[in-house]
């Protein structure tokens, strides 16, 4: 079966995001009153799997996130 | 005569001057580009450069080609992994090494020269140099920021300090936990540095400090 698969990837709570802090300071700079700006990371992918929760899981862990350093979540639906 | 193996993915640029610095120090070098096997060497390089163009992370994409389980062989035999730069960060990646490599603390490339203090001289890339020596050797990268949760698990060879070898927040300059700039694994056999020793091996380069580290690795190989 396939699937459509969106990944977000984000930075730890409580680790600097340097990208994060410049975009949230230029947006300031147009006037925003933007605070505490992060910038995740996004990946969408076509899937074909019969186990895809599991697989996506490991492709986060294996490749996609750095364990250490970030948390994941993920939307997985079926491809009409 | 002992040989090593200069590995070379898509991206590397730093694998000319790591192979000449090897010869200097009295080895026999090879660049090998990633999808050849490291067979018939007696340890292995993972020069800088920019492999895959840094996609997703620095290093991440270069730590899952084939060629690194013939390098985590050679990490677990305690033959010498040395990581330069963009080689630490796929170390680390390929999780020969503990710790992360993040983005700069102020978000910019940085290259320039820093002072370092030799913090641990019992690995093979270090023996060389006197406990507590401050050399000097420059750093180019975006993504040095090193991180750990628990720097225990790690053995800090090399630390960013200031002339005289004290490690303040002046003398960091990416934002790196407690100052580390190289680390190397339990046994001592896979150290990754953020600075480029190979940049100085030279006197003609500003820095002959770096060459120390090739020439250790290299006495430490013939034994």
């Not at chain 2, 620095?58 to 990490?75: D, N």
């Not at chain 2, 990581?83 to 978000?107: D, H, M, V, Y």
Request: net charge negative.
């Amino acid at each position: 079966m396939k699937w459509r698969v969106t990944v977000t990837v984000r930075l730890k709570e409580g680790l600097n995001d340097p990208e994060g802090r410049v975009i949230g300071k230029a947006l300031k700079n147009l006037s925003y009153s933007v605070e505490n700006l992060r910038v995740p990371k996004c990946f969408e992918f076509e899937l074909e799997s019969d186990n895809p929760e599991e697989e996506v899981e490991e492709m986060c862990r294996k490749l996609l996130a750095n364990p250490l350093i970030h948390s994941w979540e993920y939307s997985i639906e079926p491809v009409s | 005569m002992v040989k090593f193996a200069v590995v070379v993915f898509p991206g590397s640029n730093c694998d000319f001057e790591t192979e000449r610095a090897i010869r200097k120090a009295g080895a026999e070098a090879e660049r090998v580009w990633y999808k050849t096997s490291l067979k018939d060497f007696d340890g292995v390089i993972l020069p800088g450069g920019f492999s895959y163009a840094d996609y997703l992370r620095a290093g991440a994409i270069a730590a899952r080609q084939e060629i690194m389980e013939e390098v985590k062989e050679f990490a677990r035999e305690g033959r010498p992994v040395l990581g330069i730069c963009n080689g630490f960060q796929i170390l680390t990646e390929a999780g020969l090494l503990s710790g992360a490599l993040r983005p700069n603390k102020i978000p910019r490339f940085l290259c320039r020269w820093v002072h370092l203090r030799v913090n641990d001289i019992e690995t093979p890339f270090t023996s060389l140099y006197e406990p507590g020596e401050v050399i000097r050797m420059p750093i180019a990268h975006a993504e040095g920021n090193y991180y750990v949760d628990d720097p225990s698990k790690v053995r800090v060879v090399l630390q960013y300090s200031d002339e005289n070898g004290n490690i303040t927040e002046e003398a960091n300059p990416n934002g790196s936990v407690l100052n580390i700039a190289a680390v190397a694994n339990e046994k001592g056999n896979v150290l990754g540095t953020m600075p480029h020793p190979e940049r100085a091996s030279d006197r003609f380069l500003g820095s002959e400090d770096g060459l120390r580290v090739f020439r250790s690795m290299v006495e430490w190989a013939r034994r």
